[in-house]
């Protein structure tokens, strides 16, 4: 199957700093991403969904300014976790599918944890 | 809207016994439906996929069929091993953007 790579594994930062987490589509081109995040045992939370090109869309509740979501090419789509704080810590993962719309892959992950 | 709703684990077998791990949803249209696999500390791989009624999806040793009348898809293995052990999520895939519903998560936990 295709691979998404997504970068770094696992992060640890300082409050108040920002993390930018990459999520790349190595073999085929992602005309869409989504973002999810995962609390321990739990599923998976939908944060947002980009088109290449456009602004992405978030889901009911999550902040715009806070988690900074680009897709500037068909390969690469960006998480940017400005000002973290402790509660941001969490397992992030990216996943992406191409134009045929048959399924979608998925990153392995990021671990974040802010101190 | 779509949901899917997924039986809460945690599950502990023994290896070589009979897995099942049920899982209903609710949506509306003709959704495709999936299992997905999440090894400790690693993202989502595709276990098994089912496009429409009546598919049955395999994969690895498991098998899932899709049931439109009684909306469920559940899970079975038929012998366990260790090394299925791992989270396992129901999901289906919705009309609107074609994002997926995900079920909270199975734990799996197979014991030699």
């Known amino acids: 199957g295709a691979v998404v790579s997504q970068h770094p594994s696992w992060v640890i930062c300082k409050s108040g700093t920002s993390v930018k987490i990459e999520c790349r589509s190595l073999?085929?081109?992602?005309?869409?991403m989504f973002w999810y995040r995962q609390f321990p045992k739990q599923s998976l939370m939908l944060m947002a969904t980009?088109?290449?090109?456009?602004?992405?869309?978030?889901e009911q509740g999550v902040e715009k300014d806070k988690f900074l979501i680009n897709h500037a090419s068909l390969t690469l789509s960006t998480l940017t976790v400005t000002s973290a704080h402790p509660e941001d810590s969490s397992f992030y993962i990216c996943?992406?599918?191409?134009?045929?719309?048959?399924?979608?892959?998925f990153g392995q992950g990021t671990r974040l944890t802010v101190v | 809207g779509d949901s899917v709703t997924q039986m809460e684990g945690p599950v502990t077998l023994s290896e070589e016994a009979f897995l099942t791990i049920n899982c209903t949803y609710t949506?509306?249209?003709?959704?495709?439906l999936f299992w997905y696999v999440q090894y400790p500390g690693e993202g989502l791989q595709l276990l098994l996929k089912?496009?429409?009624?009546?598919d049955k999806g395999s994969n690895k040793g498991f098998e899932a069929t899709y049931r439109k009348e009684t909306t469920s898809f559940h899970l079975e293995k038929g012998s366990v091993q260790v090394s299925d052990s791992a989270v396992y999520f129901c999901?289906?895939?919705?009309?609107?953007?074609?994002?997926?519903?995900f079920g909270r998560g199975t734990q799996l936990t197979v014991w030699p």
């Open positions: 996943s992406a599918r191409d134009s045929a719309n048959t399924e979608a892959f």
């Open positions: 949506a509306t249209g003709y959704p495709s």
């Open positions: 980009s088109n290449e090109g456009s602004k992405a869309t978030y």
């Open positions: 073999d085929f081109q992602a005309t869409t």
């Open positions: 089912a496009t429409k009624a009546d």
């Open positions: 999901a289906l895939k919705g009309s609107t953007l074609g994002r997926l519903y």
